[in-house]
T-cell receptor, first 110, second 117 residues
Framework: KQEVTQIPAALSVPEGENLVLNCSFTDSAIYNLQWFRQDPGKGLTSLLL?????REQTSGRLNASLDKSSGRSTLYIAASQPGDSATYLCAVSGNTPLVFGKGTRLSVIA | DAGVIQSPRHEVTEMGQEVTLRCKPISGHDYLFWYRQTMMRGLELLIY????????DSGMPEDRFSAKMPNASFSTLKIQPSEPRDSAVYFCASSFPLLAGPGNEQFFGPGTRLTVL
């Protein structure tokens, strides 16, 4: 059974810092990995999707990498801003629907 | 497209009452998923449909929960009778079959926040 772990559970950084969020999964037989953002009381917004054949994806200040063999993904946020404060969720899918981690709650302090 | 639409956005009810949550997926998406999110357990998949047919309902917690998809543009999740421990945010998501199977990119609705008193 696929399990997804996100470390750390919470992170607080000063504005302007570069930061890395970590995601690990137990079964490397995945189709893709998605990173989502969730603001308090809101739904999930898809940030990046990495297909199993890809190594990384970039969108603006965000860069996600995937190492399928080791069961790891990282989400790199450059030059963090207070508006980046949210919970970031990692999810993987194989021949089954998405399995989510519990998320990392990020606070960027001005 | 307006994205995945869910209603109501908030629901407050009393224990024992029937609750019906509604979802309209993105047009053309043939997979529909229902999730529940709580602080303790995070996001859990309850059930998913492919072409209106339920494929896996192993995540449905009890017989009090039921879901239907009468057509490609509408699904319901019903709880009868509701209990306080059902209080959670319920999300609906849909996906387009770029690849065969349920593992494609999912798009989420805004969720329904359910409170059972």
């Amino acid at each position: 059974k696929q399990e997804v772990t996100q470390i750390p559970a919470a992170l607080s950084v000063p504005e302007g810092e570069n930061l890395v969020l970590n995601c690990s999964f137990t079964d490397s037989a995945i189709y893709n990995l998605q990173w989502f953002r969730q603001d308090p009381g809101k739904g999930l917004t898809s940030l990046l999707l990495i297909q199993s054949s890809q190594r990384e994806q970039t969108s603006g200040r965000l860069n996600a990498s995937l190492d399928k063999s080791s069961g790891r993904s990282t989400l790199y946020i450059a030059a963090s801003q207070p508006g980046d404060s949210a919970t970031y969720l990692c999810a993987v899918s194989g021949n089954t629907p998405l399995v989510f981690g519990k998320g990392t709650r990020l606070s960027v302090i001005a | 497209d307006a994205g995945v639409i869910q209603s109501p956005r908030h629901e407050v009810t009393e224990m024992g009452q029937e609750v019906t949550l509604r979802c309209k997926p993105i047009s053309g998406h043939d997979y529909l998923f229902w999730y529940r999110q709580t602080m303790m357990r995070g996001l859990e998949l309850l059930i998913y449909f492919n072409n209106n047919v339920p494929i896996d309902d192993s995540g449905m917690p009890e017989d009090r929960f039921s879901a239907k998809m009468p057509n490609a543009s509408f699904s319901t999740l019903k709880i009868q009778p509701s209990e306080p421990r059902d209080s959670a945010v319920y999300f609906c998501a849909s996906s387009f079959p770029l690849l065969a199977g349920p593992g494609n990119e999912q798009f989420f609705g805004p969720g329904t926040r359910l409170t059972v008193l």
